[in-house]
């Protein structure tokens, strides 16, 4: 149970924020869970709804997928890890791909792309920085548009993870989707 109540209907909102709710269901054509917990700041909302519009726009569903579940796995969103999940089968990444994000394994059944976007994820979120190394074969795989857009990507979900953990949003597709552990 979240510990805000949900803001999905207009009237829910005041007035002077009912701008910024319509915003947000002119790009989603509803309020998804995250953003009714983000609603509370309805011009937060609608900013953060642009933003990922907006990162959506040049990276391909496939490396936005992977970005989005390196995010989560490593952060720990259980609620975006299952959304995100069965998105990501729906848009050609392998289920094995998927488990090597799941679980922190090898990344042996990933593309040379895949492994250059998850390593980012993986370094960044687990010791807030990149190595040269890291760095160099992402911007040599995306360039230097799609690096950057692949850093915010990760963020804008770590982002999410800290309203949907701290508001205690429940995972979507509870068994539908592998579920999302703690690592050790």
């Not at 915003?23 to 989603?28: K, M, Y």
């Not at 995250?34 to 990162?55: G, R």
């Not at 799609?146 to 979507?172: D, F, K, Q, S």
């Amino acid at each position: 149970m979240p510990r805000l109540t949900p803001i999905l209907e207009r009237n829910q909102v005041a007035e002077d924020g009912q701008a910024d709710f319509d915003l947000v269901i002119g790009s989603r054509g509803r309020i998804n869970a995250p953003q009714s917990m983000i609603m509370y700041s309805p011009k937060i909302s609608s900013l953060s709804t642009a933003l990922n519009d907006q990162l959506r726009t040049n990276m391909s569903n496939h490396d936005y997928e992977i970005a989005a579940l390196v995010a989560s796995s490593e952060f720990h969103i259980p609620y975006v890890w299952s959304a995100h999940s069965v998105i990501a089968l729906t848009v050609g990444v392998s289920a094995e791909v998927i488990e090597a994000i799941r679980s922190g394994g090898d990344l042996a059944p990933c593309s040379d792309r895949e492994r250059v976007i998850i390593e980012v994820g993986r370094q960044l979120v687990a010791n807030r920085t990149l190595s040269d190394e890291a760095f160099a074969a992402a911007k040599s795989e995306l360039g230097e548009q799609l690096l950057v857009e692949t850093l915010m990507t990760i963020g804008y979900y770590v982002m999410m993870g800290m309203v949907l953990n701290g508001c205690a949003m429940e995972p979507a597709n509870v068994g539908v989707a592998p579920e999302l552990r703690e690592r050790k």
